[in-house]
C-alpha cells in the first residue's frame, strides 16, 4: 500500500484525533497531501503545512486527487464525498489504509454497547498470557500510530462508522456484540446499521456470537462460532448457579468480577470467547479477569454515602447501553434503584426503555433535550434543569441500600462536551450535595 501511495495525492478528511494521526503517518512518505474538513470554522493546528479546504470544496477540487481517507466522524453520504466518489478518488478509512500496512495479528470487536470494555479486558487477558498486545482503532491508540510496529495481537475497537470504509481487514477472530438503536441520525435505519457492523466479519476466521440473537451471527455461515449467554446452557460460555461456565464446566465466580451487572457478565465471556478462538489456555485466560480494572464511566460506582451507591454509567449514550445497565444492575439489586437519565437522544426510539424501566426503576429523574420524552414513560418521574439538580433530587430520595445510577441513554452534547465532562459534572453534584 505504501508504495502505491508514492508520487501520488491524497486528501485527508477531518482535523480530528484520527485525521491528524492520519496526516502524521502519511508524512513519512512520498505523498502528496492535502486536508479537507467539513467545518467552515475550524481553527487549524499549527503543525498543519499541507494545504487545507474548509467547507463544502467545489467539484474541481477533486480532479487529479488519487486516495481520499476519511475520519470516521464524516458521513460517507456527505456531498464531497458523493463528487470524489464521482471523480473515481479511492475512498477508505484509517482502518482501512492500516489493514493494508500491519503484519501483527488482529481481533475485531463491535457492537452497540460494551465493545471498549471487552476491547479493553482482552488487551488485558492476553497481556496477563504473555503476549504483546495493545488495544487500537475507537478506544486505545489511533491504528496508524501502531501501524508499523508488530505485535503478538492488536485487539481493534471497531465502529459502524469506522467500518463503514473498511474493506480488506482479516481478523483472527470478532465479535459483534449486540445492536441496538443507535447512530440512526446517520444511518437512517436499523439495516443499513447492521449491515455497516456486518462488515467485521468480511474476511475474519472465527467469530463469537450472542446465542439466540442472529444478528450477531456472521451472514456467511461457514465462520465457526462460540457462543456466549446469559443461560445455563451446555453449549459455549453460559451462566449457573452464579457461576461462567464454559461447556457446563465452572470457570468463573461471577460475585467476584470486577464489573458489576448482567451485561458485563455478556462481557466477559465475549472476552473469554475471543481468547478461547486464538488458542488461549481457557483457565489462564479466565483467571486474568479477576485482576482487570475496568474503564471509567462504564457502570462503576464512585461514590458509597450512607449505604447508597452512586454508579457512573455516563458512557450509555444509546438506549440498548442503558437497558443493559438497568436490567444489569436492576437483577441484583436489593433497595431502590434511582435512574438519572437524558441529553441529546439522537433520533432514537426512546420509548424502547419503558419496559426496562416499568420493571426495575422504582424514581427516574430527567434532564436535557430529550429528557422530558424520558420522563413521560412512567409517571415516577421528575424533570431537572441540571445536573446538580438531578443528583439533589436524587439524594433525597435515597436510603440505604438504595443505588443511584446515571446512564442517560442519550448523548451529551446539548449540555455537556462530552461523556467525560457528563461524568465529573455528576461526580462533582455528588460530593457537593452529600459533603
Not at 152 to 167: C, N, P
Not at 170 to 177: E, R
Not at 263 to 287: S, Y
Not at 377 to 391: D, G, I, K, Q, Y
Request: hydrophobic letters at 45%.
Amino acid at each position: 500500500m505504501l508504495n502505491e501511495l508514492t508520487n501520488k495525492t491524497v486528501v485527508v478528511a477531518g482535523l480530528g484525533k484520527t485525521g491528524q494521526a492520519t496526516l502524521r503517518f502519511l508524512r513519512q512518505f512520498d505523498a502528496m497531501l492535502k486536508v479537507w474538513d467539513t467545518r467552515a470554522n475550524l481553527l487549524i493546528p499549527q503543525d498543519v503545512t499541507e494545504p487545507v479546504e474548509l467547507g463544502m470544496p467545489s467539484a474541481s477540487y477533486w480532479v487529479n486527487v488519487d486516495v481520499l481517507v476519511v475520519s470516521p466522524g464524516i458521513d460517507l453520504a456527505h456531498p464531497a464525498i458523493q463528487q470524489a466518489r464521482a471523480s473515481n478518488v479511492e475512498i477508505l478509512g484509517d482502518i482501512e489504509l492500516f489493514a493494508r500496512i500491519s503484519s501483527s495479528k488482529l481481533v475485531g470487536i463491535t457492537g452497540s454497547n460494551g465493545k471498549t470494555t471487552v476491547t479493553l479486558l482482552l488487551t488485558h487477558i492476553l497481556k496477563v498470557c504473555g503476549l504483546n498486545t495493545v488495544a487500537a482503532g475507537n478506544v486505545g491508540k489511533p491504528v496508524l500510530e501502531i501501524a508499523q510496529n508488530t505485535y503478538d495481537y492488536v485487539v481493534l475497537e471497531l465502529s459502524s462508522f469506522q467500518l463503514e470504509s473498511t474493506h480488506s481487514l482479516k481478523l483472527d477472530a470478532a465479535a459483534l456484540l449486540n445492536l441496538s438503536d443507535d447512530h440512526l441520525d446517520r444511518h437512517k435505519t436499523m439495516s443499513a446499521y447492521l449491515q455497516a457492523k456486518q462488515k467485521i466479519f468480511t474476511h475474519c476466521k472465527q467469530a463469537v456470537v450472542w446465542r439466540g440473537h442472529p444478528e450477531t451471527y456472521p451472514i456467511d455461515s461457514s465462520i465457526p462460532v462460540t457462543t456466549i449467554g446469559v443461560d445455563a446452557s451446555t453449549e459455549g460460555f453460559a451462566v449457573d448457579k452464579g457461576w461462567i461456565t464454559y461447556e457446563a464446566e465452572p470457570l468463573l465466580e461471577i460475585a467476584k468480577l470486577p464489573l458489576v451487572g448482567a451485561h458485563n457478565i455478556l462481557n466477559v465471556q465475549a472476552a473469554l470467547g475471543l481468547a478461547k478462538t486464538i488458542g488461549l489456555p481457557r483457565d489462564e485466560a479466565a483467571e486474568a479477569v479477576y485482576s482487570f480494572i475496568p474503564a471509567p464511566h462504564r457502570c462503576t460506582q464512585i461514590a458509597l454515602h450512607n449505604g447508597v451507591s452512586w454508579i457512573d454509567d455516563s458512557k450509555a449514550t444509546n438506549v440498548g447501553a442503558t437497558q443493559a445497565a438497568i436490567t444489569g444492575i436492576g437483577a441484583i439489586k436489593s433497595g431502590k434503584l434511582i435512574l438519572i437519565a437524558g441529553g441529546d437522544g439522537k433520533g432514537a426510539d426512546l420509548t424502547a426503555l419503558k419496559p426496562a424501566i416499568e420493571q426495575f426503576v422504582d424514581y427516574l429523574i430527567t434532564l436535557g433535550k430529550d429528557g422530558k420524552q424520558i420522563a413521560s414513560l412512567t409517571p415516577c418521574s421528575t424533570h431537572v434543569a441540571s445536573m446538580f439538580e438531578a443528583v439533589q433530587t436524587a439524594h433525597e430520595l435515597a436510603c440505604q441500600d438504595d443505588i443511584v445510577l446515571l446512564s442517560p441513554a442519550c448523548a451529551s452534547l446539548d449540555m455537556f462536551d462530552n461523556y467525560e465532562h457528563r461524568a465529573k459534572v455528576f461526580d462533582e453534584s455528588i460530593r457537593q450535595v452529600v459533603a
